[in-house]
């Protein structure tokens, strides 16, 4: 395309329409460089997760007004605190994030042995969610982290995923040896399964594990 260098227009023809002078044919064009893609998705999600949080601490407030206010005497606003926190921390952090696969596991498994022990607390604290709701949830946890491990190449936040849920693992075995849980063998099938994997890390994939601290930490 044709440049007139005097009044800084581009034209096809051999002429500038506005001065009617000889156009120059040695201007070089720029390239043409279009905005980054407008993604609707990701401001959607945003929008959501902010709703979400804004939508929990209303219901929360609004629980606490009237619990305060109808019936002072039994706080059953602390179920509801716990059961829309819930909702809100798997909502963005599980549905609506991009977070690893390892990790929306270990905020699953963190976030409900919260919201059972927390029931479990306001309902006459009977030990059921640290005798055996709390083990079995983590050792749900820990077969969807062997799966991954199985089925996918982890990176390093797959690896720190999976430490994270070995070490949630022996929360139990804390627990009992605490003398606040009092039925031993959930806590133990928990703490045997976290260290067969720390066997199976040993064993099978010690050499990728370093390789990934080695590039992390720079060693």
Request: charged share 10%; proline share 3%; glycine share 4%.
């Amino acid at each position: 395309m044709n440049h007139c260098e005097q009044c800084s227009v581009k034209s096809k023809h051999n002429t500038c329409p506005l001065c009617s002078r000889r156009l120059s044919s040695t201007y070089i064009a720029v390239e043409n460089r279009p905005y980054p893609k407008y993604d609707r998705q990701s401001l959607g999600k945003r929008k959501a997760s902010k709703i979400a949080v804004f939508a929990g601490l209303a219901i929360i407030l609004a629980c606490i007004f009237v619990n305060l206010i109808v019936m002072p005497h039994f706080l059953w606003v602390f179920y509801v605190i716990g059961f829309v926190a819930y909702a809100v921390i798997s909502l963005n952090h599980t549905v609506l994030s991009k977070s690893h696969l390892g990790s929306k596991i270990v905020g699953q498994v963190a976030s409900l042995t919260l919201l059972l022990l927390l029931i479990d607390s306001q309902s006459g604290f009977l030990n059921w969610s640290i005798n055996y709701a709390v083990p079995f949830l983590i050792v749900a946890g820990l077969v969807m982290v062997t799966l991954s491990l199985l089925t996918k190449r982890l990176k390093w936040k797959g690896y720190v995923s999976s430490i994270l849920m070995i070490t949630l693992s022996f929360l139990p075995a804390a627990l009992y040896f605490s003398g606040y849980a009092t039925v031993i063998w959930p806590s133990a099938v928990a703490s045997l399964y976290a260290f067969m994997l720390v066997v199976f890390f040993g064993v099978f994939a010690h050499h990728a594990v370093w390789s990934q601290l080695s590039r992390r930490l720079h060693i």
